[in-house]
């Protein structure tokens, strides 16, 4: 391939390669510096030989695993642990004891790692974390979110285990402390990975984690143009508690977000959430996708902040702390039937002051204690609809203010994740049931498990963000797959078993009918095991009345008792084989004279375990010629 020829700033067809990508994959890289997107781009084309953008655009489409190759092309995954180790040290010893100290006692941590990429950067936080609070303290208050647009990324990440090489940065003692050998790998400890959860989250288009102590992005927003940077940084603005803690990258600045975050520690790129934006502004805000404070406040922009505020997917209502209602959008009106009239007027005289929750009592409760409240499982339906699932957040407005305006009610619609929910908890329950039922196959399910708590924390991901639900469920789908795979081999193998037993006894039974003496099987206390068709034709008791019956209280023809002392010598082993010669009368009333020969039935450690009875008849008993005259 020729080398490549400058491209315009603005390729028509590169535009319209973006654009695919948007449309076919949900990958928006539209807002990436558009230099260094392209110089990836061309590098991918020209590994595979094609020129001109329309060209590989049709390669695309006609190669679904090229997908593949150019995200792992864009996304590069550069990273360490312990990346510039001076930037590190110092969130260590100057703000992670403070950010500890502004939680109460047993209280959660909150941390955010965005753009983990394989996960070095997010174990190096866990270990940080771990090394300040301890690792029992650590697993009972720290909760780390890490993210990225990767998703062969975050499968390496979720598996935390590196070559040594990759932990010649390390500290002394942190890699005996937190990591164990596992073949020429060292995987990350178990106990402190399960407090991480791993998820894919497009920082430009899906809606940010929140309530976070710390969040930690290093060295990504400098792939994005400065428009979806401030969106990006008004979004970590609206995740972060007050006063928390953002942590750059070596290579990013914040010249133009003062109003949103100020330097806490500018060497190593450390900066503090600054200022606390209007709730009603901050959904605007984000519904926008970027934006300032400091731009919200021009009039000019009201109308558009009323327009974009009613085209919020979530109902939001304003009550004053008087309990006059100030604000509701489009969708809370909607939802709960309110006329444009309806605001200015008191809560209490509306519907939806009880229904579907009461709201007074909460609202009261926030205005006296100044903070949010949660009410989650809140149902509500019109009639005649299915009902739908809410979770209600009561917030001050300001929050942390000592004069309250309001309180902001937002309900968010949590159906579609509280019917996944039911469906998750309904295969954990089939998954526990085949558990029970298949302890051989115990390795498999401690295997199964770990999916299944792979898939946990995902959708704990979903329940903060309320995304990337259905990759986990399909990861369960698939084990449950295996596992009910392994279930038919089980039933496959029980079969031929079950088959060559049904041979055998057949070929036993035919063994038996074939023989031309009568056999009887009899166990150790001398009860009838086996009844041969032969002994069934001479003494007329089928198979079925004498199994399991002690063959001395047998009501037939042939004199047991006599046979008695045989059996007990050979049951003894005081004797191989025993033979005794009785007169009978057969089934028909006819004397017979009977050969019974009795010998050992032998495990194959020699031990006797029953006795093998086998009669023949050898003649006409003495004196039954006279008996035919008799009865003549």
């Not at 260094?36 to 020209?46: D, E, I, N, P, Y």
């Not at 000592?402 to 998954?431: C, P």
């Not at 063994?511 to 069934?536: F, I, K, N």
Request: hydrophobic letters at 40%; aromatic letters at 6%; proline letters at 5%.
């Amino acid at each position: 391939m020729t080398a490549q020829q400058p491209q315009p700033a603005h390729d028509p067809q590169f535009e319209s390669l973006l654009e695919f990508l948007k449309a076919s994959r949900s990958f928006d890289f539209t807002g990436y510096k558009r230099s260094t997107l392209m110089r990836r781009v061309l590098k991918r084309m020209q590994t595979v030989g094609i020129e001109g953008f329309d060209a590989y655009r049709d390669h695309l489409e006609l190669n679904a695993g090229e997908f593949d190759e150019l995200f792992n092309t864009i996304l590069i995954n550069v990273t360490s642990f312990f990346r510039d180790p001076t930037a590190w040290e110092t969130l260590a010893r100057d703000f992670v004891p403070g950010m500890l100290a502004r939680t109460a006692p047993d209280g959660p941590v909150r941390v955010w790692s965005a753009g983990c990429a394989t996960g070095q950067e997010t174990y190096t936080l866990v270990m940080l974390l771990a090394e300040a609070l301890g690792p029992e303290r650590f697993r009972e208050r720290v909760k780390v979110y890490a993210t990225d647009a990767d998703n062969e990324a975050l499968a390496v990440a979720r598996l935390g285990a590196y070559d040594q090489e990759e932990l010649d940065e390390l500290p002394e003692g942190y890699r005996d402390r937190y990591f164990e050998r596992a073949g020429g790998r060292w995987s990350f400890r178990t106990d402190l990975r399960r407090q991480v959860i791993f998820g894919r989250h497009d920082l430009v288009q899906d809606a940010p984690i929140s309530h976070l102590d710390l969040l930690v992005c290093r060295n990504v927003l400098m792939y994005f143009n400065a428009d979806v940077q401030s969106r990006i940084l008004t979004r970590f603005h609206f995740a972060l508690a007050p006063q928390g803690v953002l942590f750059l990258g070596k290579a990013e600045m914040m010249r133009s977000h003062g109003d949103l975050f100020g330097p806490a520690h500018l060497p190593s790129r450390i900066f503090r959430k600054v200022g606390e934006a209007r709730v009603r502004d901050r959904l605007l805000t984000l519904g926008r996708g970027g934006g300032r404070q400091g731009a919200l406040a021009a009039p000019h922009q009201v109308t558009v902040r009323e327009a974009a505020l009613n085209a919020m997917p979530v109902a939001q209502l304003v009550v004053s702390p008087e309990g006059e209602l100030l604000l509701a959008n489009e969708s809370a009106r909607r939802l709960f039937a309110l006329a444009p009239a309806d605001v200015g007027r008191p809560l209490q005289d509306l519907t939806v002051s009880y229904r579907p929750v009461e709201l007074r009592s909460r609202i009261e409760q926030v205005v006296a204690e100044r903070r949010p409240v949660h009410l989650g499982g809140v149902e509500h339906g019109a009639p005649g609809e299915e009902a739908r699932s809410f979770d209600v957040e009561l917030c001050p407005l300001p929050p942390a203010a000592a004069e309250l305006v309001g309180v902001s009610i937002v309900f968010v619609d949590v159906t579609r994740h509280t019917r996944l929910q039911a469906e998750v908890e309904f295969a954990h329950q089939s998954l526990e049931t085949a558990f029970e039922e298949l302890q051989s196959t115990n390795e498999e399910l401690e295997t199964t498990n770990e999916e299944l708590q792979s898939t946990i924390e995902e959708l704990e991901t979903t329940n903060e963000e309320l995304q990337s639900s259905n990759e986990e469920l399909e990861t369960m789908n698939e084990e449950l797959q295996s596992t009910n795979e392994e279930l038919e081999t089980l039933n496959d193998e029980m079969q031929r078993r079950t088959g060559a037993l049904n041979d055998a006894n057949a070929y036993l039974s035919s063994v038996l009918t074939s023989l031309r003496s009568a056999v009887a099987v009899v166990d150790g206390d001398m009860r009838v095991q086996m009844w041969s068709p032969r002994m069934e034709e001479m003494w007329g008791l089928r198979a079925g009345e004498v199994q399991q019956q002690s063959l001395l209280h047998l009501d037939v023809g042939l004199p047991v008792d006599r046979l008695k002392p045989a059996l007990r010598a050979v049951l003894e082993g005081r004797a191989p084989f025993q033979e005794v010669a009785v007169d009978a009368v057969n089934r028909r009333g006819r004397p017979v004279r009977c050969a019974v020969g009795v010998s050992p039935l032998l495990t194959p450690s020699g031990q006797t375990r029953g006795a093998l009875v086998l009669v023949d008849e050898v003649g006409q008993a003495p004196g039954s010629a006279a008996v035919r005259n008799a009865a003549d």
